[in-house]
Nanobody, 127 residues
């Protein structure tokens, strides 16, 4: 089993930055691809960013326009999402997810391929 705990959310003004963290515990000896998703009130969950096990492959939602950066520190069992130039439309609950993978090069962008999910952290961007 793997447990994921997100942190770093909060209230920020438009144009500001936040860094979300996702601490991974449990069976961390396995290889996991990681991802971030978000769900705004009244909307469906959407993909934000994903990263492979070694951290050298990433993928982002086109809508982000290069404002977000996903990274990971396997020594600390933590994945990060650096969010810059935040907009009110970025307001959502942000979730990290982990997928057990056979190859460390794999990046996963679809939610149904993830095995584990955190409880989420709320991000609110005021205009």
């Amino acid at each position: 089993q793997v447990q994921l705990v997100e942190s770093g959310g909060g209230l920020v003004q438009a144009g500001g930055s936040l860094r979300l963290s996702c601490a991974v515990s449990g069976r961390t000896s396995s290889s996991y691809a990681m991802g971030w998703f978000r769900q705004a009130p009244g909307k469906e969950r959407e993909f934000v960013a994903a990263i492979n096990w070694s951290g050298d492959r990433t993928y982002y939602a086109d809508s982000l326009e290069g404002r977000f950066t996903i990274s990971r520190d396997n020594a600390k069992n933590t994945v990060y999402l650096q969010m810059n130039s935040l907009k009110p439309e970025d307001t959502a609950d942000y979730y990290c997810a982990a997928a057990s993978i056979p190859l460390r090069t794999i990046v996963i962008i679809t939610a149904d391929q993830y095995d584990y999910w955190g409880q989420g952290t709320q991000v609110t961007v005021s205009s």
